[in-house]
């Protein structure tokens, strides 16, 4: 069962431009939630993190923000930089889950110059 | 100097071989992962090993088996490889459980 969803499996944005990448999760329990970022032939790497008592977390041009009631979280970049394209994952953990985090498929995200 | 690496990167074997991939972490972390990424891009957690307890995806075919010598190493051993197991396995480390991990290169398994 895929408890953390990314439903948009590509993003192209102009440079300059605000990407939005969304990820959406089923378990209410859920806590804790990652992003990370993904180049070719390399591991995720940490982006942000956002706890769930919380609503927003910046971080440069990096923000996430989280709507506990509508199960959602979404990240924005802003401005785009073509350094950013690559595959971004959602994750998310909770205590009664043993704090393992559930990754969502991934969001491909093209930045064009 | 690499953080969390694993090796070997590529790996291609043939149905039925046993064979293990390594993974080694210098952040001084206390727990360490190993996550499966299949072709649909599933990223999925198999083990974690923390404090000398592991904790194992059920999920998990008993073929594949962590092996941690120390806290800075966590060796995935596979036994009678089938296809399903292509895919590409990371190996990853935290602080702790509920913290964000540091991931190695992965290692891409083909098995034909």
């Known amino acids: 069962d895929q408890q953390v969803k990314q439903n948009s499996p590509s993003l192209s944005v102009q440079e300059g431009r605000i990407s939005i990448l969304n990820c959406d999760y089923t378990?209410?329990?859920?806590?804790?939630f990652l992003w990370y970022k993904k180049y070719p032939a390399e591991g995720p790497t940490f982006l942000i993190s956002?706890?769930?008592?919380?609503d927003k977390n910046e971080d440069g041009r990096f923000t996430v923000f989280l709507n506990k009631s509508a199960k959602h979280l979404s990240l924005h970049i802003v401005p785009s930089q073509p350094g950013d394209s690559a595959v971004y994952f959602c994750?998310?953990?909770?205590?009664?889950?043993?704090?393992?985090?559930?990754f969502g498929t991934g969001t491909s995200l093209t930045v064009i110059p | 100097d690499t953080a969390v690496s694993q090796t070997p990167k590529y790996l291609v074997t043939q149905m039925g071989n046993d064979k293990s991939i390594k993974c080694e972490q210098n952040?001084?972390?206390?727990?360490m992962y190993w996550y499966k990424q299949d072709s649909k891009k599933f990223l999925k957690i198999m083990f974690s090993?923390?404090?000398?307890?592991?904790?194992i995806n059920e999920t998990v075919p008993n073929r594949f088996s962590p092996k941690s010598p120390d806290k800075a190493h966590l060796n995935l051993h596979i036994n009678s490889l089938e296809l399903g197991d292509s895919a590409v396995y990371f190996c990853?480390?935290?602080?702790?459980?509920?913290?964000?991990?540091?991931f190695g290169q992965g290692t891409r398994l083909t098995v034909v």
């Open positions: 090993y923390n404090n000398k307890e592991l904790i």
């Open positions: 994750a998310a953990s909770a205590k009664n889950t043993g704090n393992q985090f559930y």
């Open positions: 956002i706890s769930s008592i919380k």
């Open positions: 378990n209410s329990m859920f806590d804790y």
């Open positions: 990853a480390s935290s602080w702790d459980l509920n913290t964000e991990a540091f």
């Open positions: 952040l001084g972390h206390d727990t």
